[in-house]
């Protein structure tokens, strides 16, 4: 009976095992990064690739994050953009082991104006930013964001910028849980000017 109930033990601890998702873990500059397959926690459910792709003047960086997620939404993109930078970050998810090896898909954006603009400002010092500049938003960003945050240039120091946004609602930010720990002070979605 007693190796009857080890059996048990074992065969029970080596499925739970097994049913582990293994999804690859790794940080990297550039589209994409090797790391190792790592077994998830228990309840992890997905694989998460994080792709950001940043903008400034004619200078484009690149960097990318594999992990174990708890996350159940769909992918998604958020992007911003002013005259002189865009902000673009991927969000890919799946759910089968070893599925966010290799480079994510990369969602170009569309260049073509969509007749949207908005008001474009970047105050270092200040929690709001005012300007008669102007962007032409192109593609899916059809609204403004205004945002005010800690931590551009000090970490007590807020900083603020507008511009446009291909997000409707300031929970899609992706940036938003930081509110409730206040690093971020204000996030406004608006419609064009």
């Keep these: 009976m007693n190796a009857f109930l080890t059996g048990v033990i074992f065969l029970v601890a080596f499925t739970a095992t097994g049913n582990c998702l293994q ?9 994409d990064c090797t790391g190792e397959l790592i077994s998830c926690s228990d ?16 200078n484009t960086t690149n960097q990318v994050i594999k992990v174990c ?14 005259r002189t930078t865009y902000f673009q970050l991927e969000t890919h998810i799946c759910d089968t082991d070893g599925c966010n090896q290799g480079p994510a898909p990369h969602n170009a954006p569309d260049n073509t104006t969509n007749g949207v603009k908005c008001m474009e400002c970047f105050s270092e010092n200040g929690s709001d930013c005012d300007s008669e500049d102007i962007v032409e938003c192109t593609g899916d960003m059809k ?7 800690f931590g551009c240039i000090e970490e007590s120091t807020p900083c603020s910028y507008r511009l446009c946004t291909n997000i409707k609602f300031i929970e899609q930010h992706p940036f ?5 720990e206040s690093l971020v002070e204000t996030i406004e979605v608006t419609d064009g000017i």
């Design 176 to 180: 938003y849980y930081q509110i409730a």
């Design 23 to 31: 999804c690859y873990e790794c940080i990297g500059n550039g589209t």
């Design 143 to 149: 609204k403004c964001l205004f945002m005010s945050s």
């Design 43 to 58: 309840g992890v459910t997905t694989c998460e690739t994080i792709k950001i792709e940043t903008k400034q003047d004619d």
């Design 69 to 82: 997620s708890r996350k159940d939404e769909q992918n998604s993109i958020y992007r911003e953009m002013s």
